[in-house]
């Protein structure tokens, strides 16, 4: 546990990770180490590549995901690594594992209609219906990811302008414009709606009803309201709009790298994801309308 806690450390100071990043790395490692103690292994310092074969096979034994797999040898991977680092291994078993190849998914996204309907969902004459449309206006407009949003504060914000400063990963800084519809969702609730809740956090921008910080679970569960009360059949999440605000920019004609930007995005790489996307629908339009498709 020793080796966990500075673990635990090295994440939170020189990584800078999230909460939610940290209690996945130590579930995973948790888990490793039940099946160590069952192995009769009970230093870190003992593990073979064997052992790590053995778990591997486990974990399909158990019919684990692929995704699933991958992310608890990622884990494993970082952890060994650390102890690499800090001497107390001379290798690193986990380095010679081979993490399972994974299928490419194309992330989800919403068509304009179905947003339109979705944005037309809130009681804009209640505070919460005034945060709940700006919450969702802001996220499409932006196109950052949920924590960034619960992080702003109001001095983050330049609506004269129609910017906002957003922490990405790592408290990396970045610009992100803001449009028409998300400054005026946003004055709206800033100049009544957030007054109305009553705000004990005065720095915080999106407030819940107690007048305290959002949190990224009630921002989840807002959205799974709007849906409910639309017509809309979809499932939605924080992300899928984030990949709805990118698959419209780069349909729309935006470059790549203005994308990757405004996405905070470190490799473009990861935006490239997005023109699968683009070019998957260019090619259902083509089949649609050419008489000769």
């Known amino acids: 546990m020793k080796f966990v806690h500075l673990f635990i450390e090295y994440l939170q100071i020189e990584k800078n990770a999230s909460d939610h990043t940290i209690t996945n790395y130590v579930r995973d490692i948790e888990d490793f180490s039940e099946f160590l103690k069952q ?3 009970l230093d870190f310092a003992a593990v073979s590549y064997l052992d ?3 778990y591997l096979t486990l974990l399909h034994k158990k019919e ?3 995704r699933t797999i991958a992310r608890k040898l990622s ?4 952890f060994f690594r650390f102890l690499q680092r800090e001497q107390y291994l001379q290798s690193n078993p986990i380095q010679l594992a081979a993490s399972p190849k994974l299928d490419k998914r194309l992330p989800h996204y919403f068509y304009s209609t179905e947003l339109e309907e979705l944005f037309s969902v809130a009681d804009l004459t209640q505070p919460l219906g005034q945060r709940n449309q700006a919450i969702l206006e802001t996220l499409y407009a932006s196109g950052m990811r949920v924590s960034e949003l619960v992080g ?6 330049d609506l004269d302008v129609g910017m906002a400063l957003v922490y990405g990963k790592g408290s990396k800084e970045r610009f992100v414009p803001l449009g028409q519809f ?3 969702a946003l004055e709206r609730y800033i100049d009544n709606g957030r007054l109305q809740l009553k705000p004990k956090n005065e720095k915080a921008l999106f407030l819940n009803k107690l007048g305290n910080r959002l949190s990224d679970r009630s921002v989840r569960r807002i959205l799974n309201q709007l849906i409910e009360q639309s017509t809309l059949t979809l499932r939605i999440s924080p992300h899928k709009l984030r990949h709805s605000f990118a698959t419209h920019m780069l349909e729309g004609g935006a470059d790549l790298r203005s994308v990757q930007e405004m996405l905070g995005h470190v490799n473009i790489s990861t935006t490239q994801i997005y023109t699968h996307i683009t070019n998957q ?3 259902e339009v083509y089949n649609k309308t050419h008489p000769r498709s």
């Open 39 to 41: 192995q009769t292994r």
């Open 52 to 54: 790590v074969r053995s």
């Open 64 to 66: 684990y995901g692929r």
């Open 75 to 78: 884990s494993l991977r970082s």
């Open 152 to 157: 702003l504060d109001l001095e983050h914000l």
């Open 182 to 184: 998300a400054i005026e």
């Open 281 to 283: 629908r260019l090619r």
